[in-house]
């Protein structure tokens, strides 16, 4: 599992300030990638939570994926299935983007804010009927993944 979070690239357009400003609503793109160099995994899946500042937009792409949002829990999840063995490898990586966005309070200013929990990637082996997983960290402000973001933007200003 590969997450990442981007505002100036990727496969939609997002909206908003950058650096995020108090009161100003800022959208980011969450993508998500698969890659499976062993046996098949069955009943795959990807959640992660947003905390109750961060406003879940939708618009996943490609449309043929399932993601979900539970506003109850805050919990995003990608039913991603079934990940054939050689996915990302000799097969094309599984892949899908979504939008999230965060409106800063006055308490968040010149901090770097955590807009989506730690994302876990779990299914069973079809082969060892083991129950697998891949964890990776939260998503934050700080976007070392976006080759047009700049450090300084890190930051919520005021």
């Known amino acids: 599992l ?3 979070l981007v505002h100036y690239v990727g496969p939609l357009t997002n909206t908003g300030p950058m650096p995020p400003k108090v009161g100003q609503e800022t959208s980011y793109t969450v993508i ?3 890659v499976n160099s062993s046996n098949d995994l069955t009943q795959a899946t990807v959640k992660a ?3 109750s500042y961060v406003r879940f937009l939708g618009n996943a792409v490609p449309k043929e994926e399932a993601v979900a949002y539970d506003p ?3 919990t ?3 039913q991603l299935n079934k990940v054939k063995a050689g996915t990302g490898l000799s097969a094309s990586v599984r892949e899908v983007a979504f939008q ?3 409106t800063p309070s006055v308490s968040q200013a010149y901090l770097i804010v955590s807009l989506m929990g730690d994302a876990t ?6 082969f060892t009927m083991a129950l697998r997983s891949s964890l990776k960290r939260e998503l934050t402000t700080e976007l070392p993944t976006d080759p047009k973001s700049k450090e300084s933007e890190s930051l ?3």
Do not use: F, K, M, Y
């Open 2 to 4: 590969v997450s990442r």
């Open 32 to 34: 998500w990638s698969v």
């Open 49 to 51: 939570n947003l905390p």
């Open 72 to 74: 109850r829990t805050g």
């Open 76 to 78: 995003v999840t990608w």
């Open 100 to 102: 999230i966005a965060l």
């Open 121 to 126: 990637l779990s299914g069973t082996d079809d």
């Open 156 to 158: 919520v200003v005021r």
